[in-house]
């Protein structure tokens, strides 16, 4: 299974969070060149300097912001090359936004605008704006990262009596892009394949209650970690997956097969 990435750029959003970091990691690791997009410019250009390889590119942008945006794609294009393309970046569903990550009821029009913002409308403008460079060599790759949200509704017993909510913001975008996947997989074939993977639960330090109840109602038995991800980021962003588009893979333990 050819995995190797070498002589391609891949841009990572998000590169320098807790699951950014691993799949940049992972890429550089296969021999891709990164680039990579964190709204804290310290941190991103900390963590370029820590993936495998050399070569790499730190870029501080903010995707709400249109010229953050703008600064991405005139960097890439400077470049000259964006083999592939992993829009990671997201507010998740802890994220202290204001009006989100809270009960239902007081959850707001703003918050929900701001995640659907950067969840959904940034990766299309991303891809549509380096659309160009994904196609030139025919090999391009897009790889959206979903969650397991956007395919199933939340059981919210999981979070009664916890800190923790499940924003509505956080399921429609995270729908929204998986099936944003499905649509520009036919619009960008033959040149470019688009995908998307949909983590499980990730163990960040959560309430006890709420991971002894997900590992209870998960197959394989525990919450992931975000080396679980390295695999299916450089599956679907190499040839080893060269007849693979339009695919929402769900990385997950097994939570959406019940």
């Not at 969070?17 to 992972?26: E, F, H, N, Q, S």
């Not at 450089?234 to 893979?249: E, F, I, K, P, R």
Request: net charge negative; with cysteine; hydrophobic share 45%.
């Amino acid at each position: 299974m050819n995995t190797d990435l070498s002589g391609r750029t891949a841009v990572v959003t998000g590169g320098a969070g807790p699951l950014g970091r691993v799949l940049a990691d992972a890429l550089a690791g296969a021999g891709a060149r990164i680039v990579l997009v964190d709204l804290d410019a310290t941190a991103c250009a900390a963590t370029a300097n820590e993936l495998h390889g050399s070569g790499h590119v730190a870029l501080g942008a903010n995707l709400l912001d249109p010229q953050g945006l703008s600064h991405v794609v005139d960097t890439v294009t400077d470049l000259g090359a964006c083999d592939v393309l992993v829009n990671n970046a997201a507010f998740t569903g802890t994220s202290g936004v204001p009006g989100y990550a809270v009960p239902f009821d007081e959850q707001t029009d703003e918050a929900f605008a701001m995640a659907l913002a950067l969840n959904l409308t940034a990766p299309f403008s991303l891809t549509r704006r380096l659309a160009p460079l994904l196609r030139a060599t025919g090999r391009g790759s897009v790889v959206n990262v979903s969650s397991i949200y956007g395919l199933v509704g939340p059981n919210m017993g999981l979070y009664e009596g916890t800190r923790m909510g499940n924003p509505a913001a956080y399921a429609a975008s995270k729908g929204g892009l998986a099936q944003l996947t499905r649509y520009l997989s036919t619009v960008l074939a033959p040149q470019v394949r688009v995908n998307a993977f949909a983590p499980g639960g990730i163990a960040r330090g959560q309430d006890d209650a709420f991971v002894e109840r997900y590992e209870r109602l998960t197959p394989l038995g525990r919450m992931g970690t975000e080396d679980d991800f390295r695999g299916v980021v450089t599956w679907l962003a190499s040839d080893a997956s060269a007849y693979v588009t339009g695919q929402v893979v769900a990385v997950d333990g097994g939570w959406t097969a019940w």
